[in-house]
């Protein structure tokens, strides 16, 4: 069994004395890929290195919504030239978070716009961070083209020849109905530790009514830990149990979540399924990810 976590943050301190050892538990765990994801340019750089050092890490780089006031365009610049290095398959996490009161709404909105832009220009994955902002992110994706036929057009269809747009939609909190139009539009949903949560019921109905296709797993490490570590710092190794809960609640096995999960995973971020790169090789191609998935329902026979 092989898993994904397509969110995480093991750049983070938190993880600094231990990372080799943390590294290894990954390993152990089956977590055969990963995404690190920047929130500002200095954890955008730790990232990229973080994907050049290990062989199971790739990097995303972006300004998180909090991190937007004072920006300039010659950040922007910089973020792009960070976009172009190796093993960085996505501008993330981007996006609106107007959860607190003293929230710059302007400043978020405009620089999600651009990181938008950025990331058509440069054929990157977009990967949003939305909280109680559901109107705003939906509104700025589609007037900021993301899911214009122009970008989908550059990417495999998803395995049922539905235009993916390569937009993820991270750590989803958002209603079912809501879900159905990012599926509709292309994007793809990812759910983290909440759906293991004992209050959680609308990312259990998502995980119960979304296309299998369309969801990927994550853990949002060090925040986020699901149940049964809440308390602890969470680590990759943990997305286990945000995997193990959506088959639960879909009736699968947990070796077909996790599968299907790591195919949809590689698909959203233009990773082969079974390419083997060496640590801060060449970007790997994106034109026969979308073959890789199985039917749905249908069994997937592991090969490793
Ligand atoms: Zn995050």
């Excluded at 943390?22 to 390993?27: G, N, Q, S």
Aim: contains cysteine; charged residues 30%.
């Amino acid at each position: 069994m092989r898993l994904f976590d397509s969110h995480c943050h093991i750049s983070d301190g938190r993880y600094a004395d231990r990372i080799e050892e943390l590294a290894e538990e990954i390993r152990a765990a089956g977590v055969e890929r990963l995404v690190d994801i920047g929130t500002d340019l200095e954890s955008s750089e730790s990232c990229v290195r973080m994907a050049k050092r290990f062989d199971f890490c790739y990097a995303a780089v972006g300004f998180f919504p909090s991190e937007t006031t004072g920006l300039t365009e010659e950040d922007l610049e910089r973020l792009r030239q960070l976009s172009r290095e190796p093993r960085v398959v996505a501008i993330g996490e981007i996006g609106l978070d107007y959860h607190y009161d003293d929230t710059d709404k302007p400043s978020q909105q405009h620089w999600f716009r651009r990181q938008i832009e950025l990331a058509i220009e440069e054929d990157k994955t977009i990967i949003v961070h939305s909280r109680d902002a559901d109107d705003d992110t939906l509104r700025i994706l589609r007037e900021s083209g993301a899911f214009s036929k122009e970008r989908t057009g550059r990417f495999p269809p998803k395995p049922d020849g539905r235009p993916d747009a390569r937009v993820l939609l991270h750590c989803y909190s958002g209603s079912a109905e809501l879900a159905r139009t990012y599926e509709k539009l292309g994007a793809s949903i990812s759910l983290a530790g909440p759906v293991t949560f004992k209050n959680a019921r609308r990312s259990v109905e998502v995980a119960r009514t979304a296309d299998i296709r369309d969801l990927l797993v994550e853990t949002d490490a060090p925040y986020l830990t699901p149940v049964p570590f809440r308390g602890q710092l969470n680590k990759p190794p943990y997305v286990r149990y945000t995997a193990e809960k959506i088959a639960e609640i879909r009736g699968n096995s947990l070796e077909y979540i996790a599968e299907q999960t790591y195919l949809n995973a590689c698909r959203v971020f233009g990773l082969e399924p079974d390419g083997k790169t060496a640590p801060g090789g060449a970007q790997e191609g994106s034109a026969s990810c979308a073959s890789g998935a199985p039917e749905l329902g249908s069994p997937i026979t592991d090969e490793r």
